[in-house]
């Protein structure tokens, strides 16, 4: 993307718009969709609009003072890697995505997937500032805490190289889009869905594992529980209807050469929480019914659906059953499995111009 207007794009004649790397965006347009499932799915993440203000946390600010030592840090420690993770989201989604998309609902729907991860951001921080006397100690401990930033580090390679493919693509240097770009955001797009996918949610669990025990921290456990609809219902949608698009319908060549490289990514995510759950409960111990097996659990519960739909073998032990069942009543669970068989099902004709519907079957 060099021009931010750019009147000789004619796709509009086809209706075809690639999702990435095609001409600079011209017109944005509404009504000559190539993908409807992206239109679909940007008309969902919005109707799920809350302001990260609008949680009253005045009870957790007691709360954190009256928790027992290891409940504090068990908290503490969660928030950290959460507001950690959903900077980083917030700063890489718009920018690493936006300027090689040639798709007019694929850039309103990162557009709004962006501002989803500031609304996250703006929340952890907002618990920050409430729940402690001097919030700069907060800050200066998760910039210290080097066990919870190690689990970041997975995707820092990724994003930087993204970063340097945006840059050029930017001032003009690179015009001409091949397989190595191709390859890049095929890596990023995986990336991506495991931190919020896997990694995030396995995070989640937490948070809720500690207001359910204890009956404190209200406020963060309604915080979170929007920000895991977001995720689940949302974000993660969004990452495999592209992912979907790249592999089943611009039928990228470089997909197949690259199952080993996106296992490794996948399981080096899992491995990242299983090892992350090790140090949390040697650190704090355990709570009443959240322990390390059972976050174990959940982490290879959670992931394999997401294996099974790019097609990427998953050689960890399989877990059929939700460890979590009470988990419900801080989530809304239906948003979770709702976006599962939409990415499946594909039935999205909602103001679709295509007249080749057989194209528009999901084949995860
Ligand atoms: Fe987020
Ligand atoms: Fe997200």
Same mark, same amino acid.
């Given at each position: 993307m060099s021009k931010f207007l750019n009147l000789e794009n004619e796709n509009y004649k086809t209706g075809q718009y690639p999702l990435f790397f095609g001409e600079d965006l011209g017109l944005f347009d509404s009504f000559n969709v190539t993908y409807p499932e992206i239109l679909k799915a940007d008309e969902d993440q919005r109707a799920l609009f809350w302001k990260s203000n609008e949680i009253d946390l005045t009870r957790d600010y007691q709360d954190m003072k009256d928790a027992d030592d290891n409940i504090r840090e068990f908290v503490i420690e969660n928030l950290s890697f959460q507001m950690a993770g959903d900077t980083c989201a917030n700063a890489a989604i718009q920018t690493l995505l936006l300027p090689i998309i040639s798709n007019s609902q694929a850039s309103s729907l990162v557009s709004y997937w962006g501002d989803s991860e500031a609304v996250h951001a703006d929340a952890y921080s907002r618990i920050i500032a409430q729940c402690f006397d001097d919030p700069n100690v907060m800050f200066e401990r998760i910039r210290k805490n080097e066990q919870m930033l190690k689990r970041l580090t997975f995707l820092q390679k990724v994003f930087k190289k993204q970063g340097q493919l945006v840059g050029r693509v930017l001032t003009g240097e690179l015009k001409e889009f091949g397989s190595e770009e191709r390859k890049q955001v095929i890596r990023f797009l995986v990336t991506l869905l495991c931190l919020e996918g896997i990694m995030f949610l396995a995070s989640f669990t937490a948070t809720f594992a500690v207001t359910n025990t204890t009956q404190m921290f209200n406020g963060c456990a309604k915080t979170v529980g929007l920000i895991h609809n977001d995720e689940a219902g949302s974000h993660v949608k969004n990452s495999l209807i592209f992912l979907n698009i790249i592999k089943n319908k611009e039928k990228y060549p470089e997909w197949d050469s690259m199952r080993t490289e996106i296992k490794e990514i996948m399981d080096a995510a899992v491995n990242s929480e299983i090892d992350w759950g090790q140090h949390l409960f040697n650190k704090v111990g355990s709570i009443v019914g959240y322990n390390q097996e059972l976050l174990r659990k959940y982490v290879l519960h959670i992931a394999k659906p997401l294996y099974d739909k790019l097609e990427i073998p998953f050689d960890f032990e399989v877990v059929?059953?939700? &460890?979590? &069942?009470?988990?419900d009543k801080y989530i809304d669970p239906d948003l979770m499995q709702t976006a599962q068989q939409e990415a499946q099902s594909g039935n999205y004709l909602v103001n679709a111009t295509l007249d080749d519907v057989g194209n528009m079957e999901f084949d995860f």
């Open positions: 059929h059953n939700y &460890p979590f &069942p009470w988990m």
